[in-house]
């Protein structure tokens, strides 16, 4: 069983750059695809990030040029990190890990962006 656990989400003010992390219990290297997706009130979940493999990364238009996934692979750790956080960018976060087809989910993180 893969586990996943997000932290650095909370409420942040237009314009901040919090930086969320997800720890896994299996190593990135194994990963077919690790990323972060996102689900706002009354809207379906959406991918914001994601690294298929390599050094290839794949953004959302919504976000490109504002966010920035990386991984770590001494801690087994992918981050996102968020600039220039806009109030449409409320909504819960989630890590995501593919292994050999196999889907795992992280609990979710809150960012709420407010001032």
């Known amino acids: 069983q893969v586990q996943l656990v997000e932290s650095g989400g909370g409420l942040v003010q237009p314009g901040g750059s919090p930086k969320l992390s997800c720890a896994t219990s299996?190593?990135?290297?194994?990963?077919?695809?690790m990323g972060w997706y996102r689900q706002a009130p009354g809207k379906q979940r959406e991918l914001v990030a994601s690294m298929p493999g390599g050094s290839s990364r794949t953004y959302a238009d919504s976000v490109r040029g504002r966010f920035t996934i990386s991984g770590d692979n001494a801690k087994n750790t992918v981050y996102l990190q968020m600039n220039s956080l806009k109030p449409e960018d409320t909504a819960v976060y989630y890590c995501?890990?593919?292994?050999?087809?196999?889907?795992?989910w992280g609990q979710g993180t809150q960012v709420t962006v407010s001032s």
């Open positions: 995501h890990q593919s292994i050999s087809g196999r889907n795992y």
């Open positions: 299996r190593t990135i290297f194994v990963s077919n695809v």
